[in-house]
């Protein structure tokens, strides 16, 4: 059980906007910044988002963050089939003293 | 961009030891805290420890508490993790990956490809 919470799939056209969304609690997302991370099978995550809002270079602006309260939300807009991979949340929970990451949401681009 | 290689991945009976290395290319390594996060086979990412840039702060996760234990040799630009008192639910590839920052609150900006570990008799 994970201690951050995503939605384990969602799916959507090519050309379309996805949202996917990750809960946490006042010890992690709350107080701290969130980044999402994007795998392809087989290889190793990429930084995506980082400090919940932040793009680093060679990043597509198609891709967009934001955090409110206790949630971190990955945007993704005109999708296209290569971006289906999976997607994790990830913070620091200062009550653990912890790094955690959500569950995973697999990504398909129909 | 940083480079990160990992090695000392293998089969290990139950029980057993293995000591997992990652080498940076980069010279900054120095500067920033850094992580071991595993990825067992068709499950996701868990993060398993991390250790402060100088100030020898480590951190792990409750399931690997007492079993593993995360270093660093700066001069060789290195990190490390030993694995001690093996089971077969820490089978997974173990990634080493770059926080953004000197302390492990920080974002992972550079990941290594990772090394697979299996724990089987």
């Known amino acids: 059980q994970s201690v951050l919470t995503q939605s384990p799939s969602v799916s959507a056209a090519p050309g379309q906007k996805v949202t996917i969304s990750c809960s946490g609690s006042?010890?992690?997302?709350?107080?701290?910044?969130v980044s999402w991370y994007q795998q392809f099978p087989g290889t190793a995550p990429k930084l995506l988002i980082y400090?919940?809002?932040k793009r680093p270079s060679g990043i597509p602006d198609r891709f967009s963050g934001s955090k409110s309260g206790t949630s971190g939300t990955l945007g993704i807009t005109g999708l296209q089939t290569g971006d289906e991979a999976d997607y994790y949340c990830?913070?620091?929970?200062?009550?653990?003293?912890?790094?955690?990451f959500g569950g995973g949401t697999k990504l398909t681009v129909l | 961009e940083v480079q990160l290689v990992e090695s000392g991945g293998g089969l290990v009976q139950p029980g057993g030891s293995l000591r997992l290395s990652c080498v940076a290319s980069?010279?900054?390594?120095?500067?920033?805290?850094m992580s071991w996060v595993r990825q067992a086979p068709g499950k996701g990412l868990e993060w398993v420890s991390g250790?402060?840039?100088?100030?020898?702060?480590?951190y792990y996760a409750h399931s690997v508490k007492g079993r593993f234990t995360i270093s660093r040799d700066n001069s060789k630009n290195t990190l490390y993790l030993q694995l001690n008192a093996l089971r077969a639910e820490d089978t997974a590839v173990y990634h080493c990956?770059?926080?953004?920052?000197?302390?492990?609150?920080?974002?992972?900006?550079?990941w290594g490809q990772g090394t697979l570990v299996t724990v089987s008799s």
């Open positions: 990956a770059k926080h953004g920052y000197s302390d492990n609150s920080g974002y992972l900006n550079s």
């Open positions: 980069e010279l900054t390594f120095t500067n920033f805290a």
């Open positions: 250790i402060g840039r100088s100030d020898g702060r480590t």
């Open positions: 006042s010890s992690n997302i709350e107080n701290n910044y």
């Open positions: 400090e919940s809002y």
């Open positions: 990830g913070t620091w929970d200062s009550r653990l003293s912890a790094w955690v």
